[in-house]
């Protein structure tokens, strides 16, 4: 059944190696790979499932490409392609957490990442004009979209914004008259044992690793890990720039205040979680995917011989893959076919302009969001550089044919082959530390680490 498929998993796994700068800029490179360069679905059917995974917790992207292969094979092959699009950037974060002993020792030249900011602002930009042709379409839609990208600038690092946006403009364009098209869909089956096997997982997960930790079992690091990781991922609205601050909370922060009770509490170095959080930012994929560098540092001291510390560190990024995407999935398959079957009732089918609205509202916010930390006003040649990138991104991904892959591998060679006059070597003692924490990569994990509401408070 799956080899009908294999041109499709094919766009895929070219999709999970190139798709840098976040879920929103995802959108625009699906747009290109998935409706105009092959139309596996169409632009009104995309936007849908974007804005259906805006309403759920987890990875958006990841739902969103889940729901394409769902739609063209179902289930079978919505498993496949999630597997495909998050299985390099989970081998990379997790082969990270292996490499980062050794990161300090040798001289690793990282400017070849620095033209990837900009050019995902040139990606972001091209998804949100593609959105608006397609969205926005009244006036009503118009002011959604501007209300939404206000709110979504100011609460950016705030998990309840995007539901409660996407609630508020369905509500908005609920109150139209307008008319639904006579088209009959069949009726999707619904799939109880998506929610029935994640609350099962939620509640287990949960009970172990208490009576894990009250008995201090000998391997309780690893129930503790699983619940820990699978709680974020059952909750976390907003995409990665939620999810960090509140791994670094869980894993930083509160083991520091509860060391003296809990000597084995799952904890991770500070240093190295904010080297993961930026390095992240540089590799195409899932942000999610820190879940999988989180995992393997977790357990990385585990074991009393060098094979069993291996083991266990491999152990921990497949746990940390695992956890993190299982219950965004078992969600989206689940609520999917309930909202297909409620789409022939005019309060949903209304909804769907508004919440496409504020869709569009949330990827112009992004793009601003992102341009915050590139250098485009000053009088400099990397600024001009940077605008070139954006602006040339955009422009091929708009007016040619030239696919999203070339691009990005354009981008990675100007940033190895550009070298800025006048740029001060970085110290030998962490050249990638030192650029994760002084460049836009490290900036643009800087989510008000301070502010993270302790709401994490189960080992």
Not at 332 to 361: C, D, M, Q, T
Request: contains cysteine; glycine residues 8%; charged residues 15%.
């Amino acid at each position: 059944m799956l080899l009908r498929h294999m041109h499709f998993l094919r766009a895929v796994f070219l999709h999970s190696l190139t798709a840098f700068g976040g879920p929103q800029a995802h959108i625009g490179m699906m747009l290109k790979t998935f409706v105009h360069k092959t139309p596996y679905v169409t632009e009104s059917e995309l936007m849908e499932y974007n804005a259906f995974c805006q309403l759920l917790p987890g990875a958006s992207s990841t739902q969103t490409l889940t729901l394409i292969g769902y739609k063209r094979g179902g289930v079978p092959l919505a498993v496949v392609t999630l597997i495909v699009w998050i299985l390099p950037a989970s081998i990379m974060m997790g082969a990270l957490s292996f490499l980062l002993h050794y990161i300090d020792k040798r001289a690793l030249h990282v400017d070849i990442f620095k033209f990837i900011p900009p050019m995902a602002v040139g990606f972001l930009v091209y998804a949100a004009v593609m959105a608006f042709h397609i969205s926005i379409k009244n006036t009503i839609t118009w002011v959604i979209m501007i209300v939404g990208s206000i709110l979504t600038y100011i609460f950016f690092n705030q998990p309840w914004i995007f539901p409660v946006l996407i609630v508020a403009g369905g509500i908005a364009t609920n109150l139209s008259r307008k008319r639904i098209p006579q088209v009959h869909q069949k009726p999707k089956k619904i799939k109880w044992w998506n929610i029935w096997l994640f609350a099962i997982i939620f509640i287990l997960a949960g009970i172990a690793s208490e009576t894990a930790k009250k008995r201090d079992l000998p391997n309780r690091k690893v129930i503790n890990l699983f619940e820990n990781v699978y709680r974020m991922g059952s909750y976390v609205f907003g995409g990665g720039q939620v999810l960090m601050p509140l791994m670094y909370e869980q894993f930083c922060i509160r083991p520091e205040a509860v060391k003296e009770k809990d000597k084995n509490v799952v904890q991770i170095d500070k240093d190295d979680m904010y080297t993961g959080m930026g390095i992240v930012r540089a590799m195409p994929g899932p942000v999610f995917s820190i879940a999988s560098f989180a995992g393997g540092m977790a357990l990385k001291d585990l074991g009393n011989t060098p094979e069993q510390r291996t083991s266990m560190q491999l152990l921990g990024c497949l746990i940390g893959t695992i956890a993190i995407f299982l219950p965004s999935a078992l969600l989206v398959l689940f609520f999917f076919p309930i909202w297909h079957n409620l789409k022939k009732y005019a309060a949903v089918y209304r909804s769907l302009e508004g919440i496409n609205a504020v869709v569009v509202g949330i990827m112009i916010a992004a793009t601003l969001v992102l341009m915050k930390d590139i250098s485009l006003l000053a009088m400099s040649g990397g600024s001009l550089i940077n605008a070139l990138v954006i602006s040339g991104t955009f422009l091929l991904m708009q007016y040619t044919k030239v696919p999203a892959p070339v691009i990005v591998a354009g981008c990675l060679l100007l940033g190895r082959f550009s070298k800025p006059p006048g740029r001060p070597r970085p110290p030998r003692w962490s050249p990638l530390a030192n650029a994760c924490r002084t460049s836009w990569i490290g900036s643009a994990i800087s989510v008000r680490l301070a502010s993270v509401p302790g709401s994490i408070r189960r080992t």
